[in-house]
């Protein structure tokens, strides 16, 4: 006879003690467990234990004590490793807003780990499916068999002497991926860890990381999330995440090894490159819908607690669009999440955080409030306020879109940079006044309260849209995979596919698109502010026109490592030298906005932009809506910080052109130097020598390019040939010699750099 799987003793021995109700979860104290579940409405609570594969359930045990709306109980026997789930009494009125059925087995919203897949089938939901009564019926099937369960850890780690980066916010430059979707083709990375954070810890993929010069990896969501039932049967899944079931668990499907010393070894490994960590967080709805959505955890512990619900308490308020919202207005579940977002920070060692839909997490019942209890929770709280909260500042609520609504100390995804830089380089009318408000770190919705330029998240493009490769190279969108007739996905892309539909054999066409793609990296990361960059757009990556990919688990979102063009990794090579700029150019990351004012004490202006004539632009010249190039000169002596000094930057002209023909360009005559030294080139991205001109030269700047230049000292001075040496170190490509630099060479130069003809013009 087979013998029955191996139950540990004291399962079966049931001792237990009234326990603490605090901390919530399951805690081990290296003598046994205290298990604590808050429910402000239930009337009683069930402790379940199971086998350590999670298929038996071997015990169910009352926990004894209720205590300030929480219930728990010690277990004295209990060890890491104990599989467990509740089950949750109380009346079962979706009227009232109470959904309590004690059929369900409940996953723990404090578990720090999972075990077991979530198998769907109409018993993970309260209701009977099916029933003319629809949701106001009552399910008795058992749901453990298909649920995934929880796992008391050991949070035990040899850290080491790991340490926060803490890199200054001005130097912050963000690379957005997916730990997935980045390593399941990576050569480099053996099989069996491909798709998990042990993959994304491999040693060449943390080198070709810390290479790019970023300073931090933003992960798409790794809370255990739920696959939903309709895309599982279409054969898709929720490959973004943005479905959370758990927010202090880390997904089980990233984790080669099955513990979670997987994620903090990966943490350690990128932290040793100085690279942080930042984890995309969906603290503002969860995977269980509305109504007719399944009971897998919070629906069934205390709907009425955890939820908004609408003047009707059998429905839910919907703004995020997923099906409910999270009620961070309760006292207990604001406490979930912050307590979520310290044990990240303090046992994961995490660097910071960027809050999808950040405006329903800010927003009270008589709606959003910079000053409501979240933000003032964040602010005062002296872990979080330490680490990088970044917030998606929009949803589809009412007053849903923030962006420079939020308090200081946080920084927003700036969608008016995107939007904005797309127009002007697609060639739109009108543009020019606000680009340079948005390449100024975007003033006036940023300047206020004290907040600093990097509170303005710039990017061109995100997990959500086009890649960079798709937004040169379609008009429209392209969904088909997602099964739904193309149907989703934003229309409105703001992209141009320069005369062709997606893949061309023209070179002319292939040309101008890398152009273009070097012409948005090169605004995007010599703009004022935190440049945020989407992983493979720094080699041109393709998903075939779908933008909107969240459902694509295969080679539509995976990176093709080994597919990517010689002229991709050119571009790769030119991303390197812009951050190499950014980076050795205090200029290019101010810690405080420019004014654009003449300061008399110290007789100099910060910033002044200049039209192609050489002269500082009118206010008659920003109304022409024709005008399609501009000059950004960034002195490098005004005012780096509070104390009135002269600064001793070097200075600095950034020219872009989106007309589609060559424009003169007259260089403007600045004190200091009579020379300005060609830094950036987009339409000779490859040039190594140095290019010189003299101020008062009238330089062609080719159709849809950029230039930036930096003045040479007047001077032979060292401060001049340590500026050369640099940007040649710059311009060249890893372990290409360079050239030598003379005080002769920096004095007399070389002509103006020669007109190139552009493709397709």
Known sequence: MKKPPFAPKVFRQSRIREGLPYPLGATWDGLGVNFALFSANATKVELCLFDQEGRRELERIELPEYTDEVWHGYLPDARPGTVYGYRVHGPYEPKAGHRFNPNKLLLDPYAKHMVGPLRWSDAHFGYRVGSPRGDLSFDRRDSAPGMPKCVVIDPAFTWGHDRHPAIPWEKSIFYETHVRGYTMRHPAVPPQYRGTFAGLAQQEVVEYIRSLGVTAVELLPVHAFVDDRYLLEKGLRNYWGYNSISFFAPDPRYMATGAIHEFKEMVARLHDAGIEVILDVVYNHTAEGNEMGPTLSFKGIDNASYYRLAPDPRYYINDTGTGNTLNLVHARVLQMVTDSLRYWVTEMHVDGFRFDLATILA????????????LDACRQDPVLSRVKLIAEPWDCGPGGY????????????????????????????????????????????????????????????????????????????????????????HSHNISWNHGAEGPTDDPEINALRFRQMRNLLATLLLSQGTPMILAGDEFARSQNGNNNAYCQDNEISWIDWEGVSDEGWALTDFVRHLIGLRQSHPLLRRGRFFTGAYNPDLEVKDLTWITPAGEEKTTEQWQDPMARCLGMLLDGRAQATGIKKVASDATLLLIINAYHDVVPFKLPEVAGGSRWLTLVDTTEPDRLEVATARTGDEIPVNGRSLLLFELMPDRRSDMGLKAAARALRAASGPGEPVAAITPDSIATGSSPAETVQQPGE
Not at 363 to 374: I, K, L, Q, V, W
Not at 411 to 427: H, I, L, M, P, Q
Not at 456 to 461: I, L, R
């Open 363 to 374: 927003r009270e019942t008589y709606g959003f409030d910079h000053s409501g209890g979240f």
């Open 402 to 489: 923030q962006v420079g609504g939020f308090p200081p100390g946080w920084a927003e995804w700036n969608d008016k940079f995107r939007d904005t830089v797309r127009s002007y380089w697609k060639g739109d009318e009108g543009k020019l006044p606000e680009l340079a408000t948005r390449m100024a770190a975007s003033a006036d919705v940023f300047n206020r309260r004290g907040r600093k330029p990097w509170a303005s998240v710039n990017f061109v493009t995100a997990h959500d849209g086009f890649t960079l490769h798709d937004l040169v190279s379609y008009n429209d969108k392209h969904n088909d995979a997602n099964g739904e007739d193309n149907r989703d996905g």
